[in-house]
């Protein structure tokens, strides 16, 4: 239980007593009621907004019910102050033993700190990263990977079961692509001279995949008709590509639990149920599109389509599911897929570039349909990134032929390095990553600013340690109002991990950590200008003790937001 969660439950118990003396009328909805830091800090430790929330259904002044309150609160040993501010704000001050607790608790709990049983065991699909399988993991991809998996971290660590998939986009026209490229490297790899059409995959990275068919099958589809190769070439080359990927992700630390073939999803007939569903409930008929609007079409005929009734939930128009040769769309297949995952989940949750803006509405209302409502659906959009180098463009890779692989980036700055900037930003919005910042040793990079608090706290342990003193809690009095300050600040961790699960914001928590490593770094330049602040006092071993115990559980905390965003915390710098 956190500090935050304790006083919710010692507000309610206080409602509680009103409401049995009479003095507030019962049933009161006390849901959007909060605990939470004030604003401002000078204010006191926790502001509870109960009073203002409650005061309108109750038919009460804010400030007569805020002092109703407050008279039951301050009857709490742990509350020293509870004072009435704005329109029915309640400012409460707390004892500093309710602080000096919260070392301890971090000291118990450890690596579990802050975890949360907010999500109650319930299952969530996450599906992030599904890039084509027509090549490496390019940086293009690597914002939404790094968003996706630690966000499932951190759902998981809210107490949620996740399941972190993949989907593989193995049908359709840009498969086939891939297999003709592929193609081309293959008689290349027998020695043949070819010349790649531009509207094929040129990147050398294929060649090793043309090279690999050519020892095994030798020169038998070189003159072949494509239509006895293009299907085991795209088979082959998938697997191939799958393998890159996954080889790639791995270098951010990123493994799925399950990858979810789109071909396999047609051949087992996932799509079809789906549309056998949804025409069972009238949400699917035959109809035609009306003619697009704007620019004329000379042979444009009308065609009778399978169309979902996608108007019903929003969207601006009905959706065809397959075309007029069949074949389904991307909007069909998408349909079936999520349909398949519903089964098998409590709440579904899609990690996407920002250029699929235009098929959210489409896509949520044909889930709202499949699953009647039953299951949550959130789609977080991810915006690109652009790389920089000391502000100027970064050149493409050689390797890929159009763009810089997350390989390249991995090896020149590092996992955690890319991690990390990944998530100072909110996903939607744009973001420069440019390879002379992040790696800038300055307080202006929250890589290097989180990193090296904790790294200073070990080299202050290891100092400590080398002069014969080591942590203690037995003297946790002797601490201070700046140590109270920085406890503060760390015992925010496991409200922060609760509203970064509930608002699906995993960059919540570089944020909070960028804020505990800078209140750290201002406590510790304390010591600069007055000795007596400094960690390690030689001549004091007892308020040594209680200071290298609050910066080792600083330390702890640190260590369990990054390893929320998958990040490794730094011993030395």
Request: charged share 25%.
């Amino acid at each position: 239980m956190t500090v935050f969660s304790h006083f919710s439950e010692v507000v309610n118990q206080a409602l509680d007593q009103l409401e049995g003396s009479g003095a507030i009328p019962m049933g009161l909805d006390r849901a959007p009621i909060a605990v939470e830091p004030p604003r401002d800090p000078s204010h006191g430790d926790l502001a509870v907004n109960a009073a203002m929330v409650l005061a309108k259904p109750a038919q009460m002044n804010p400030s007569a019910l805020a002092a109703l309150i407050a008279s039951i609160l301050t009857q709490q040993a742990d509350i020293v102050s509870a004072e009435i501010a704005g329109p029915g704000f309640l400012n409460l001050k707390l004892a500093d033993g309710v602080w000096l607790n919260e070392l301890l608790e971090i000291e118990r709990l450890g690596d579990d700190y802050g975890r949360s049983f907010l999500g109650q065991a319930k299952r969530v699909n996450v599906e992030y990263v599904s890039a084509n399988p027509t090549g490496p993991m390019h940086m293009g991809h690597c914002r939404g990977a790094v968003v996706g998996d630690a966000l499932a971290s951190l759902l998981e660590f809210a107490g949620y079961r996740v399941i972190r998939e993949y989907y593989i986009n193995d049908a359709g026209g840009q498969v086939d692509l891939l297999a003709r490229s592929v193609h081309y490297r293959y008689r290349e790899a027998l020695g043949e001279t070819v010349a790649i059409p531009g509207d094929l995959y040129p990147g050398d990275y294929l060649m090793p995949v043309g090279q690999r068919l050519a020892r095994e099958f030798g020169d038998h589809y070189v003159a072949a008709a494509e239509t006895d190769w293009l299907a085991l070439f795209r088979q082959e080359a998938v697997a191939d590509m799958m393998e890159m990927i996954r080889a790639d992700l791995k270098l951010l630390g990123i493994e799925h639990d399950v990858f979810a073939s789109e071909a396999a999803l047609h051949i087992h007939g996932k799509a079809d149920a789906a549309e056998a569903e949804l025409r069972a409930r009238d949400l699917i008929y035959d109809g035609v599109l009306e003619k697009p609007k704007g620019k004329e079409i000379e042979d444009w005929e009308p065609v009778t389509l399978p169309l979902f009734r996608s108007m019903r939930f929003g969207d601006d128009q009905d959706r065809p599911i397959k075309k007029s040769n069949g074949d389904w769309t991307y909007f069909g297949a998408d349909l079936a897929y999520h349909f398949q995952k519903a089964q098998n989940a409590d709440a579904l949750i899609n990690i996407w570039g920002a250029d699929h803006a235009g098929t959210v509405k489409r896509i949520k209302a044909a889930v709202e349909a499949l699953t009647e409502g039953k299951i949550s659906f959130d789609i977080k959009l991810v915006q690109m990134v652009r790389l920089l180098r000391s502000g100027e463009p970064v050149k493409m890779s050689k390797r890929s032929g159009s763009f810089v692989t997350l390989a390249d980036v991995v090896e020149e700055v590092g996992k955690d390095v890319v991690r990390f900037t990944m998530l100072t930003r909110k996903a939607d919005a744009q973001m420069d990553f440019d390879f002379a910042k992040v790696v800038e040793a300055s307080k202006d990079n929250p890589v290097f600013y989180v990193q090296y608090a904790h790294a200073r706290i070990q080299s202050t342990l290891r100092k400590a340690a080398e002069e014969g003193l080591v942590p203690g809690a037995d003297q946790l009095s002797l601490l201070g109002s700046e140590e109270i300050d920085l406890i503060r600040q760390a015992a925010n961790f496991s409200r922060i991990v609760e509203a970064a699960a509930k608002s699906r914001e995993p960059h919540r928590i570089a944020f909070y950590l960028n804020d505990l490593a800078a209140a750290f770094h201002s406590h510790w330049n304390l010591g600069n200008d007055n000795p007596s602040k400094r960690f390690i006092l030689a001549q004091d071993p007892p308020l040594t003790a209680a200071r290298l115990f609050l910066a080792e559980k600083i330390g702890q905390v640190i260590r369990n937001g990054l390893r929320l965003m998958g990040v490794e915390a730094a011993n030395n710098m």
